[in-house]
């Protein structure tokens, strides 16, 4: 198998471990809480830029676009973000951060941006909890 190929497969078993620990109730507010999605923002960005530098942007594009594989998978990324900005927003401004700047960043970027947007909201709700 070639790197290509266990990447992808490494980062489903990593969804998986988390979403099954979510679903048993697995506590998630510790006091560090927030390093969590940032480690994963950091790592997403460290790959994003290699992925952009080696790769270019314009191959983005000619991966959602030449196939309905591809479609499929582009509905997919804009749906899912959508709906973890859609959730996240709202406790985002409770605790005072300003929406717009994030809304453009995720619009830009995706999870490349959401993930720090979870981290800082998740280090204001516990920062204002003390």
């Not at 997403?44 to 196939?67: C, D, K, M, R």
Request: charged content about 10%.
């Amino acid at each position: 198998m070639s790197i290509l190929q266990i990447l992808p497969a490494l980062a489903y078993l990593g969804c998986v471990c988390a979403i099954w620990m979510i679903a048993k109730g697995t506590p998630t507010r510790g006091t560090m809480a927030w390093a969590v999605p940032v480690v994963l923002g950091a790592g997403f960005a460290v790959f994003s830029i290699i992925t952009v530098a080696q790769e270019g942007l314009p191959q983005f594009w000619v991966n959602h676009s030449t196939s309905l594989a591809g479609n499929q998978v582009w509905f997919d990324l804009l749906f899912a973000v959508t709906i973890a900005f859609y959730l996240i927003a709202p406790r985002a401004r409770a605790v005072g951060m300003p929406i717009w700047p994030w809304a453009l960043a995720v619009v830009a970027t995706a999870c490349v941006a959401l993930l720090p947007m979870l981290a800082r909201m998740i280090w204001l709700e516990q920062r204002g909890a003390r």
